[in-house]
């Protein structure tokens, strides 16, 4: 696989575990979400793999965009992943809820169609 290629398999792969964010979370009340432990491992375990992929992004694609913060995104999986303190449930809701959103917003014109 191209350098290149392999940057839009891990932005697909990001998008991809932003969209079950957002369908994991449409119609959700944060009481609701702060109430449901299977519902927060599941949205923490695809934040897990939009920084996973964010990481295998190349140096020279994430220089070349930096509209999206790389560096937070990778940090929060870091956290998550080696359970840095304790995960704060409120901050993890404005995330997913507010920051996924404007990822896929931002992620959308990167990942050519499957006609291109």
């Known amino acids: 696989m191209q350098p290149r290629e392999r940057d839009i398999a891990s932005l697909w792969d990001m998008r991809e575990a932003a969209r079950l964010i957002a369908s994991f979370l449409h119609d959700v009340t944060y009481v609701d979400y702060e109430k449901n432990l299977m519902l927060r491992s599941a949205i923490e375990r695809q934040l897990e793999i939009i920084g996973e992929a964010a990481r295998r992004v190349s140096p020279e694609f994430q220089q070349e965009h930096p509209e999206i913060a790389w560096r937070n995104i990778t940090g929060l999986r870091n956290i998550l992943a080696h359970e840095y303190g304790e995960i704060k ?17 931002l992620l959308d014109p990167l990942i050519p169609s499957i006609d291109e």
Request: no cysteine.
């Open 89 to 105: 449930i409120d901050r993890i809701w404005l995330i997913a809820t507010t920051n996924v959103v404007e990822l896929i917003r």
